[in-house]
Nanobody, 121 residues
Framework: QVRFVESGGGLVQPGGSLKLSCAFS????????MGWYRQAPGHERELVSS???????RYLDSVNARFTISRDNAKNTLYLQMNSLEPKDTGVYFC???????????????WGRGTQVTVSS
């Protein structure tokens, strides 16, 4: 059974840092590209960063050079180190697979509860 448990969010001041973790199960680590998605208030969920099974990474332009994605395949865990946080980074962060054809999640994918990140002074 596919399951995602995101953690590590919180309230942080602009310029601060957070590290998100996502423990997942029911997914073959050797096959899928994994990603962090963000849903900001009033906006649709968007892919922020992805990492292939081989470790190749991609980032949304707005987070490039500030966020770092990584994965530990042995632990079935995905991470997102977020530095120099800005108010526009506020949202609920989720992890899931990435469909390399569409650049987003697979249809009917199961989602976790996400973890709230709030950047505010």
């Amino acid at each position: 059974q596919v399951r995602f448990v995101e953690s590590g969010g919180g309230l942080v001041q602009p310029g601060g840092s957070l590290k998100l973790s996502c423990a997942f199960s029911g997914i073959d680590n050797s096959i899928y590209t994994m990603g962090w998605y963000r849903q900001a208030p009033g906006h649709e969920r968007e892919l922020v960063s992805s990492i292939s099974s081989g470790g190749s990474t991609r980032y949304l332009d707005s987070v490039n050079a500030r966020f770092t994605i990584s994965r530990d395949n042995a632990k079935n865990t995905l991470y997102l180190q977020m530095n120099s946080l800005e108010p526009k980074d506020t949202g609920v962060y989720f992890c899931n697979r990435v469909n390399l054809i569409t650049g987003t999640s697979y249809p009917n994918d199961i989602w976790g509860r996400g973890t709230q990140v709030t950047v505010s002074s």
